[in-house]
């Protein structure tokens, strides 16, 4: 579905690359040096150029000034896991307006969300930065199946089908010519396809990642399988507890991650079938608020979604998603890193809402400080995609990717929900700005 150009209207009209200063703000730097309390940070167009103690810092005469006594700037967080072509163009103002100013897409129309990212990256879209793999690799079997059900997603957009080790190198090969960030891998037909895409993959310099539920520990490390996706964990090769322990030491020492999507389970998988057609069934937002954001192209996904649920919550459902919990807490407590991501798309996944709810569950599940979590979100995302030289932490010649809050999140992890304004690619978003984005939202999926 195409915006109006009215759309794009409101969008423009909270553009501002003025020289920009934040003064008497407390910075949550997330570079292990904060909090530091009354700073002020200059921002020129989208770099930081200045920050130090609000004596000492000398204010242009040209610059906008926020007075932020009170209040608390953070980097602009990360959402390590969304599928963008699902979601629709309508949805990418979200995530802004949510401070999130990074995505992961995991898996979409190669085409698509590179005109996406160009248009932002150009200033004439508001969205976040973006990495993206292309479409997903599958099983040639899950793919025509998908085709046969005729789902609502364009698979042959977004998916491609690997039916045998033969052909994977060229498939890879095929998708690196195009510059995709990375390799996503959800089904296999067996495991010698799966090695061969993870062979090619490292060859080529793509980063492996993707669901492991039917992988071991042992081939994780033998793929150089990075990331893990969703709360089904590969099965772990250890039984004692030194076993165990070595296991974790692996994981840290070879850099891979974890993201649960706990989300995933906890606001949609769980949720009751009927409570989830009433809110699906709700245009104007009554039951749930957000529903309002949520465009006719993502609804026909979620309706789909409603009429694959049967009867009530399968107790299966509940174990796996608690034995997960207990593992994820293991990990966690040895220093595996976990990072957020929402799986935005999935019935219920609001975009760029729901990463403040990841948030809070990693507090809630997995035992996180406040500070753990937003670390998470920040500078451990940016670190994982490799663009910790420009984002994550709030220091000097970075971007101005930044979130201003009315209150401290390492005090309570749901503040990052409680934005004041932010700053994306330059331009500044108060409060009336991001409401100005949510209305154009709102206004461009009833079209």
Do not use: C
């Not at 789902?151 to 042959?156: D, Q, S």
């Amino acid at each position: 579905m195409a915006i109006s150009a009215a759309f794009f209207l409101v969008m423009n009209s909270v553009a501002n690359s003025e020289l920009l200063v934040f003064r008497k703000v407390t910075v949550l730097p997330m570079t292990g040096k904060g909090p530091l309390e009354r700073q002020t940070v200059v921002v020129d167009a989208d770099r930081i150029v200045a920050i130090g103690p609000s004596n000492d810092v000398v204010v242009p005469d040209n610059a906008r000034i926020v007075e932020a006594a009170g209040k608390f700037l953070i980097p602009g967080l990360f959402d390590m896991h969304v599928h963008l072509s699902k979601i629709g163009e309508t949805a990418l103002p979200l995530f802004t307006a949510n401070g999130v100013s990074s995505v992961r897409d995991m898996g979409s129309d190669f085409d698509e969300v590179s005109m996406w990212r160009g248009e932002i990256e150009a200033g004439a879209r508001v969205g976040p930065r973006i990495k993206t793999p292309g479409p997903i690799f599958e099983s040639a079997t899950s793919v025509q199946r998908m085709k046969n059900e005729r789902v609502v997603e364009p698979v042959e957009r977004t998916r491609v089908p690997v039916p045998d080790a033969e052909s994977a190198p060229r498939i890879v090969e095929a998708l690196a010519a195009r510059r995709v960030d990375f390799i996503k891998i959800r089904t296999f037909a067996s495991k010698d396809v799966y090695f061969a895409v993870a062979e090619t993959a490292k060859r080529l310099g793509l980063p492996l990642v993707g669901h492991a539920d039917h992988l071991t520990s042992d081939d994780l490390f033998r793929a150089g399988h990075l990331s893990v996706e969703h709360a089904p964990l590969p099965r772990f090769v250890a039984t004692t507890d030194e076993e165990r322990k070595a296991l974790f030491e692996r994981f840290k020492s070879r850099g891979i991650v974890f993201v649960p999507t706990l989300v995933n389970a906890t606001e949609s998988f769980l949720v009751p079938a009927d409570r989830a057609e009433a809110i699906v069934n709700d245009p104007e937002g009554r039951i749930d608020f957000r529903r309002k954001y949520v465009s006719e192209h993502l609804l026909a996904d979620w309706r789909e979604q409603v009429g694959e649920r049967r009867g009530p919550i399968p107790d299966a459902l509940r174990r796996l998603f608690e034995d997960a919990q207990r593992k994820l807490r293991e990990l966690h407590e040895a220093g595996v890193r976990i990072l957020p991501g929402t799986d935005a798309a999935v019935l219920l996944n609001y975009p760029g809402f729901m990463l403040h709810i990841e948030l809070q569950r990693f507090v809630e599940l997995l035992g996180m400080t406040p500070e753990e979590a937003l670390l998470s979100a920040t500078r451990y995302s940016a670190e994982f995609l490799g663009v910790d030289d420009e984002v994550g932490t709030i220091e000097v010649g970075k971007r101005a990717d930044l979130v201003l809050l009315d209150a401290n999140p390492l005090e309570e992890i749901s503040r990052t929900n409680h934005i004041n304004a932010v700053v994306s690619r330059g331009r500044f978003y108060d409060k009336q700005g991001i409401e100005e984005l949510l209305k154009g939202v709102e206004e461009a999926v009833k079209q």
